[in-house]
């Protein structure tokens, strides 16, 4: 199992981000896919993840802000975030679960500062 994260940086509050995952290595199509973030001193939290199915679910934290997607054609998940904030600032990693084992993504950076 791979993934390859992308979109990550540095954006002023308010302004928006969107990350890529792609996947190899994995049934995509049936796989729930999510997004993590860990905030420095923080525990590891769940941001938002997505059914095969398409079926979301999103932390109350980011609800109306950030919109999790995927492209099944090319084993990719998206994060669209917007308005952000820098609560927001965090390594953000991309996941998905077989039985007992879980998946991780290499995590890429999102800071919100002015």
């Known amino acids: 199992v791979q993934f390859v994260e992308s979109g990550g940086g540095l954006v002023q509050p308010g302004g928006s981000l969107r990350l890529s995952c792609a996947a190899s290595?994995?049934?995509?199509?049936?796989?729930?896919m999510g997004w993590f973030r860990q905030a420095p001193g923080k525990q590891r939290e769940l941001v938002a993840s997505?059914?095969?199915?398409?079926?979301?679910n999103y932390a109350d934290s980011v609800k109306g802000r950030f919109t999790i997607s995927r492209d099944n054609a090319k084993n990719t998940v998206y994060l669209q975030m917007n308005s952000l904030k820098p609560e927001d600032t965090a390594v953000y990693y991309c996941?998905?679960?077989?039985?007992?084992?879980?998946?991780w993504g290499q995590g890429t950076q999102v800071t919100v500062s002015s």
């Open positions: 996941h998905t679960a077989r039985g007992f084992l879980d998946y």
């Open positions: 997505i059914t095969g199915a398409g079926t979301t």
């Open positions: 290595g994995i049934a995509f199509t049936i796989s729930t």
